[in-house]
């Protein structure tokens, strides 16, 4: 192990060339960081060598305080044990991806008559279809089995039939309404239609129709048509590619300022099932780490297709599918696809990637035009609002991320004067939410704006010094959508259709919209109370 004070006290000779892990540890020996190479001197001192690095690189090699490695016989050891030692340690800089879940099965119990449900987790017990990434998809197609297959519900057998045989959604084998092998069939049925069998189901459904037709059983033949076009109503917009007989996963990655996006669509059995952005700090080789990163919590499908490659050669890219594979269980393969349908896949990924980047351009766009010290990822407004002197009220909204945080909204009554004064309303307001998120230790914003004008910011400017707080501050006025900043005369004038403009209009707006509204409910109250005394 290296000791080092500074990252100048660097030696790489100390450290060997073969494969391996390392571990970055701060001054109190915790780990900050574990990392995988295929030469562990190449690697290590690729961190020391340049001062052009992202800034959360440059943070965690401030903090080294001495290094650590692990010497293994081959690259795809190399990624085994640094994936344990992630999960294990889960250091502070290497990606977390917090927001990545345990997605829901369409399971079915092992038992004489199988019930279906919703199961997270995969048992021997079960037998379970999926995952399925959005919630709403796997909805669908679970009431859809329930719908045309009839298969039970409940948890036992209950000796009397319960509400779904009454409304024709189970054929109750709990009293024996149905044999063993007529229940089997329709597990039989309603599990090659869980496999992607679509078109399968359907023909045979039909066929089942026209018999019933034939010898006329009209009701019968009737039932099987309606549910027909159920499934026919419910897979119709899902499916991408009904001969794809695996799964896969599009993966499309766009470096945006000291982030990079990304975004995943899961294709099961040629059936879309939806998709996840992410937003992850850049940092060196960072699409291989995303990469193991989120198949360390998430199925991994057969086929991966990508938009770029995260490996630095073919035995990189070999070694990372090996890596794959051994947690899968089964071959996994990394493609970039250059044509046909795999290639459409991805440009589909790649258009969700880049309707989620306006919203980040408009943020970065603020940072610079303003000259923010940080990317305005919490943007609090406040909006006062009165009809003449009385209810005079504020209502303040918070957006992450450029996306409203409902959670964070407050109202405020103003308490201090009595009358008409929209700059001590502002003054009041702001320094009642600033006083008491720094009493509760809460986060502060990037960015505070004000609907109004020089005085508005003046006055918001006043609260905000006298609670000794530096927080960047604007106002924006209505009439010609013009920025104030404190201690400046003349306003700021942008591309009113500018993404950044758009952004702040959409803010203020909001913050007036919830003002209003408490305003009205208010005004509201004081009808009922005067009309209760009379």
């Not at 109190?28 to 190479?37: D, Q, R, S, T």
């Not at 294990?88 to 290497?94: A, D, S, V």
């Not at 229940?183 to 239609?193: G, I, L, M, P, T």
């Not at 086929?303 to 995260?310: A, R, S, T």
Request: charged share 30%; proline share 4%; with cysteine.
């Amino acid at each position: 192990m290296i000791q080092i004070k500074c990252p100048q006290d660097f030696k790489s000779s100390d450290i060997p060339t073969h494969p391996g892990v390392y571990l970055y540890r701060d001054e109190a020996g915790e780990i900050l960081y574990v990392g995988k190479a295929k030469s562990l001197r190449s690697r290590v001192k690729s961190y020391f060598s340049t001062s052009d690095q992202p800034i959360k690189t440059q943070q965690l090699v401030s903090r080294i305080r001495s290094i650590d490695w692990i010497v293994v016989n081959n690259e795809v050891e190399a990624l085994l044990l640094e994936n344990k030692l992630v999960k294990q340690h889960t250091p502070k800089y290497n990606i977390n991806l917090k927001d990545a879940k345990t997605f829901a099965y369409i399971s079915l119990t092992r038992e004489d008559y199988p019930r279906i449900f919703t199961s997270r987790k995969v048992s021997r017990k079960l037998e379970s279809f999926g995952p399925y990434t959005d919630g709403f998809t796997r909805q669908d197609l679970q009431r859809l089995v329930v719908r045309v297959f009839k298969l039970r519900t409940c948890k036992t057998l209950h000796k009397r039939a319960c509400l779904n045989f009454h409304i024709h959604l189970c054929t109750a084998p709990c009293i024996g309404n149905v044999t063993a092998e007529q229940y089997s069939e329709q597990v039989r049925q309603a599990r090659s239609f869980l496999n992607g069998n679509y078109r399968q189901t359907i023909e045979q459904l039909k066929s089942q129709m026209e018999t019933a037709s034939s010898t006329q059983k009209y009701e019968e033949a009737l039932d099987l048509r309606n549910q027909i076009q159920s499934i026919r109503l419910v897979t119709e917009h899902q499916i991408v590619d009904n001969e794809r007989r695996f799964d896969q996963d599009v993966m499309a990655f766009k470096q945006f300022g000291e982030k990079m996006l990304a975004v995943q669509m899961g294709v099961r059995r040629g059936v879309l099932l939806g998709k996840k952005e992410f937003s992850v700090d850049l940092q060196p080789q960072i699409e291989q780490e995303f990469l193991k990163a989120f198949y360390t919590t998430n199925p991994i499908p057969r086929e991966i297709l990508l938009n770029k490659p995260c490996w630095q050669g073919p035995e990189e890219k070999a070694a990372l599918e090996e890596f794959l594979s051994a947690k899968r269980n089964a071959p996994v393969s990394l493609r970039i696809p250059r044509r046909d349908d795999k290639l459409a896949l991805l440009q589909l990924a790649e258009k969700n990637l880049e309707s989620g980047l306006d919203v980040d351009s408009a943020l970065v766009d603020l940072q610079n035009n303003l000259n923010l010290p940080t990317l305005p990822h919490i943007i609090e407004c406040f909006d006062i609002s009165n009809l003449g002197t009385e209810h005079v009220v504020s209502g303040m909204v918070t957006f992450r991320d450029a996306k409203p945080d409902k959670k964070n909204y407050r109202k405020f009554k103003i308490k201090t004067f009595m009358g008409q004064d929209d700059f001590a309303a502002v003054n009041e307001v702001v320094a009642r939410r600033y006083k008491r998120q720094i009493e509760e230790k809460n986060p502060l914003p990037d960015l505070v704006v004000i609907d109004g004008g020089p005085g508005q910011v003046s006055a918001a400017n006043t609260a905000l010094q006298t609670l000794r707080l530096k927080l960047p501050l604007i106002s924006l006025a209505k009439e010609h959508e013009e920025i104030y900043l404190p201690n400046e005369s003349a306003p700021r004038n942008f591309d009113k259709n500018s993404r950044m403009m758009l952004l702040l209009r959409k803010i203020r707006d909001a913050a007036h919209d919830f003002s209003l509204g408490y305003n009205l409910k208010r005004r509201q109250m004081k009808i009922r109370e005067e009309f209760q005394k009379k």
